[in-house]
């Protein structure tokens, strides 16, 4: 028996990232990822590599990411309907981007886990700081930048449709 139709039942799962910036979004996601036939999609590469120069605000932010949710869509679904599973490194940390994550699960029908990162806002703030200063991340974001992107969190609710796991 081959590994592919040992497999070939199980179904694919869309893993989901919901917290603030630098509450450990990523780091879950590299471990999530190792687990087999498993990928990592994560926004903040696919940003630097396609749009660097010209994102320089939150609203470049948000154009650019609505550009490659937009053209992802598609990719998305084929991996979860082909049984790969998939680590959507992107936040979910808004009514609208997690409509646009089900969306996936549904024309996929896929299985759903949706991470939740509950950590306070200033040991984010403590890390965020650390990152910067060590200049690791694709983007850095100031106190100021945390507070506007921060004001349209939305924490998930069971009413969304998601299998929420917590992380305190």
């Known amino acids: ?98 409509e646009w994550m089900m969306s996936i699960i549904k024309e996929s029908g896929a299985a759903n886990r949706l991470h939740f990162l509950n950590v306070p806002d200033e040991v984010c703030k403590s890390r965020l700081r650390a990152r910067n200063a060590e200049d690791t991340h694709h983007f850095a974001a100031s106190d100021k930048q945390f507070e506007i992107i921060t004001s349209y969190f939305s924490e998930p609710s069971v009413d969304e449709g998601f299998d929420i796991i917590e992380y305190r």
């Open 1 to 98: 028996m081959d590994i592919t139709s040992a497999t070939s039942s199980e179904k694919a799962t869309l893993h989901l990232l919901c917290g603030k910036i630098a509450s450990g979004k990523s780091t879950l996601s590299t471990k999530l990822g190792a687990a087999f036939r498993t990928v990592i999609i994560n926004e903040d590469s696919w940003l630097a590599a396609l749009y660097a120069n010209e994102m320089q605000s939150v609203a470049d932010y948000v154009q650019y990411s609505a550009r490659l949710r937009n053209a992802l869509t598609p990719h998305l679904v084929s991996l979860l309907k082909a049984g790969i599973s998939v680590v959507l490194d992107f936040p979910a940390n808004t009514r609208t981007n997690r």
